[in-house]
């Protein structure tokens, strides 16, 4: 037996090791907490306090506070150029992706990249996202004094100004470089002004290099920083501080005084930021470096972070961007990455709970979309005419050319599976060119890559590609050649299709044939450029008429698609086109669907016309009614053939009664042919087919007429002295619903009393092609009657 007092004894000494064990755990944490980091580290999820040592690096404190939920972000970037502009996208893509606040981006851009960014951001039409711009060349005349050796030339040195460009009522701001990527909620980011002392302007993340050491090579003289310096790619400014500090005399002070001894900065403003916190230290707040994870070429930036979730902005800051070398640069390219190609559709999102004004045109856009019915065979087609697609005019960079009164711009439109045909279109047509692709973002980037890779398209600076963003299953030809259109800047264009290959003399015969007919002294008319067609994908083109007329009699060439729609082109009459040695009068006739030139403000063309088919004869016919005459150059357009393409069928039978119920039918000829089928693309994989009324394309959502009209076709007989005496047209008394008039022409051979393709200024008011048969008329009630003048 063990003694009596033992049993107690072990039972305190037990309790006593235990009484140990624990204080060993709970002052093993406190001492660690206390150990200092290595140099270049930081704390992933704290904020850092400020360091009266000066050292640069961040510590751990406990976790910050986020912003409330709806509170609106400040963002300030700037941007210049066609290559800034998408690393911009980009940015904003990570932004969104990870944002829970409304966001308020002010952007300072030079004229490209503000035309750019404001067309892209109107047809982007994010919920909760506002956009300011200002102009960068009213900015530069404050920083151009300043001798600067870093890429970004005079752009890379305007974050000084922005304390005196921003509104004077912004107190607070994150300013970005446009070569960085977001791998967390930049709310996180903007909590950190909660922690800046009552002296503290300015955020910044450590500089993960030796830069600012100067032992980087020998003779190696940086600026003045305190330590290893600070990075500028993400800064935090309270600009109300700042403006009080006297920061625009500061930083010029600063900037003299260096600049004394010496030649230039050698990263821009990044430079002066530093001398200035070298000088004043109390300035700045260090921020936790994983807000700025460096990837330049010395970078050490692997101190920083230990796992992917770490990381919360990555900074491509290196000239070499996704090429630089670093131990785990494939994973932050493939964050990159993601977001390059990511759909830009999918970030047209809410954020629920915060309630915002929303985009322009928005409200009314869903009314417009929440009236369709599901269940109707055309709820496809008429979902597309609502869609809004996103525009990026000018991707790529393009110089305009020099101003020319007779100058020519080829027009087309394509979509990923014509690519082919643009080296061959460029070594055809020495002149300027806007050309709109119908991509997704990842097939945007493909066609960047194809264009820096081909010797002919790189070497085409005149060449202006703007990429409208693929969205719906229909492809939306009119709205493409639209944006291609208003985008030419020469006094003429070119009105084309992608498979088409211009004769190589014909830009410079256009121009000669522009000025030889005076064009430009306000007589309208349309150059019709006669086409033809081959079925040999090797083909030597012609270079000169008689070389095309001997293809043509030995079968290699044809007229185009006269074997499938010769009433197409029909009126250009190629007989008298062999045999003529100038321009000649063509007259219009139904149907007919040329290759034109025109001036650059000519018809737009109608963009409710989706797919393939009539979406080209109703521009044509519009710009019959302008009074523009049609004379055929002599110089020829080709269309070769490519692979076929996916396609799928709307086909569109002559209305019936259980398509369209009305009491008294207008009737067409007996002789009248039966629609054509068709064809379009679409850029789904899948197929499908739709029986749809042959109106579809073209009958606006709020239109009731003549379907569901129970009145009786209106007069025909022309109302006396209506009508100017040179227009040969005949008034139709307006529909009161519709509150318009009609014009149209008593073209020959289509009947009387039987209307035809009618217009009117610019706009397209009635359209009535004898082939549709029953009560098929489709009426446009965009017009009101007051404006309508004589």
């Not at 206390?34 to 640069?56: L, S």
């Not at 600012?212 to 935090?236: E, Q």
């Not at 789904?684 to 749809?692: A, K, L, Y």
Request: aromatic share 10%; with cysteine.
């Amino acid at each position: 037996m063990l003694p009596r007092g033992r049993p107690r004894a072990l039972g305190a000494a037990a309790l006593l090791l235990l009484l140990l064990l624990i204080g060993f755990l709970l002052f093993r944490g406190d001492l660690d907490y206390e150990r200092p980091r290595p140099r270049g580290t930081a704390a992933f999820d704290g904020d850092p306090p400020a360091d009266p040592g000066g050292r640069n690096g961040s510590d751990c404190t406990p976790p910050r506070p986020r912003p409330p939920k709806c509170e609106l972000l400040q963002v300030a970037i700037v941007c210049a150029g066609h290559n800034s502009s998408r690393d911009v996208i980009t940015l904003v893509k990570s932004m969104l992706f990870y944002r829970k606040n409304p966001l308020h981006l002010h952007l300072v851009t030079d004229a490209v990249a503000r035309n750019i960014l404001e067309t892209l951001f109107h047809t982007w039409m994010v919920p909760a996202v506002r956009i300011s711009f200002y102009n960068a060349d009213e900015l530069k005349p404050q920083v151009s004094w300043i001798p600067n050796k870093h890429y970004s030339g005079l752009y890379g040195l305007m974050k000084l100004v922005l304390p005196s460009a921003l509104p004077p009522d912004l107190a607070r701001v994150i300013v970005l470089d446009t070569d960085v990527t977001f791998a967390s909620n930049i709310a996180e980011l903007w909590a950190l002004f909660a922690h800046f002392s009552d002296k503290q302007v300015i955020g910044l993340v450590e500089n993960q290099s030796d830069w600012y050491l100067g032992n980087l090579w020998r003779n190696h003289r940086p600026w003045p920083a305190l330590g290893r310096g600070f990075n500028t790619g993400v800064i935090l400014l309270r600009l109300d501080r700042l403006r009080r500090a006297g920061w625009e005399q500061m930083w010029k002070l600063t900037a003299t005084r260096e600049l004394l001894t010496l030649p230039a900065t050698s990263l821009a403003d990044q430079d002066i930021f530093n001398a200035i916190i070298k000088e004043h230290p109390w300035l700045v707040r260090p921020l936790p470096c994983v807000w700025n994870v460096q990837l330049s070429d010395h970078t050490l930036a692997e101190r920083c972070y230990s796992e992917a979730s770490d990381l919360k902005v990555i900074h491509w800051n290196s000239p070499k961007k996704l090429r630089v070398k670093n131990k785990h640069v494939e994973s932050f390219r493939n964050l990159y990455l993601t977001f390059l190609e990511y759909d830009g559709n999918l970030l047209r999102r809410e954020l629920f709970g915060c309630p915002r004004p929303p985009p322009p045109g928005a409200e009314q856009l869903q009314r417009a979309l929440a009236q369709l019915d599901e269940e109707d065979a055309c709820f496809e087609f008429r979902r597309q005419q609502l869609t809004v697609h996103r525009v990026h005019i000018t991707f790529l960079p393009h110089k305009p050319p020099p101003p020319q009164p007779h100058d020519v711009t080829l027009v087309a439109q394509l979509s990923m599976d014509r690519l082919q045909m643009l080296e061959a279109l460029c070594r055809h047509w020495p002149g300027p060119m806007s050309l709109a692709l119908y991509l997704t973002d990842a097939e945007a980037q493909q066609f960047l890559r194809f264009v820096e890779t081909s010797v002919v398209l790189s070497a085409r600076q005149d060449v202006a590609y703007h990429v409208v963003y693929r969205e719906g299953p229909l492809y939306p030809i009119n709205q493409l050649r639209n944006v291609a259109l208003a985008q030419a800047l020469t006094p003429y264009v070119f009105l084309s299709d992608i498979d088409f290959l211009p004769a190589y003399s014909l830009y410079d015969y256009l121009r000669a044939s522009i000025k030889q007919l005076e064009l430009g002294s306000g007589r309208k008319a349309a150059l019709v450029v006669p086409a033809f067609e081959t079925l040999h994908y090797r083909f030597s083109f012609p270079s000169s008429k008689a070389e095309l007329l001997a293809l043509l009699d030995a079968g290699s060439l044809h007229t185009f698609r006269y074997h499938e729609w010769p009433r197409g082109h029909a009126p250009t009459d190629y007989a008298r086109w062999r045999e003529a040695q100038a321009p000649y009068h063509v007259q219009w006739a139904a149907d007919y669907e040329p290759y034109v030139v025109v001036p650059r403000d000519c018809p737009r063309y109608d963009p409710r016309f989706v797919g393939f088919g009539w979406n080209k004869v109703a521009h044509v016919v519009e710009l019959d009614a302008q009074s523009c005459h049609l004379p055929p150059a002599q110089a020829t357009t080709v269309r070769v053939p490519h692979s076929p393409r996916n396609t799928s069928c709307w086909c569109c039978p002559r209305p019936s009664s259980s398509t369209c119920r009305t009491p008294q039918a207008w009737t067409s000829p007996a002789s009248a042919p039966a629609p054509p089928i068709v064809t379009a693309s679409r850029p789904s994989r899948t197929s499908s087919t739709r029986i749809c009324p042959a109106t579809m394309g073209l009958l606006p959502s709020n239109t009731s007429l003549p379907c569901s009209s129970p009145e009786a076709p209106p007069d025909l007989t022309p109302a006396p002295g209506t009508l100017p005496a040179d227009t040969g047209a005949t008034l139709l008394p307006p529909h009161p619903p519709c509150y318009l008039n009609y014009l149209w022409s008593r073209w020959e051979g289509l009947g009387r009393g039987l209307p035809s393709l009618l217009s009117y200024g610019w706009g397209l008011v009635l359209l009535c092609p004898s082939w549709f048969g029953a009560g098929s008329c489709i009426l446009t009630c965009d017009i009101p009657f007051s404006q309508v003048k004589f």
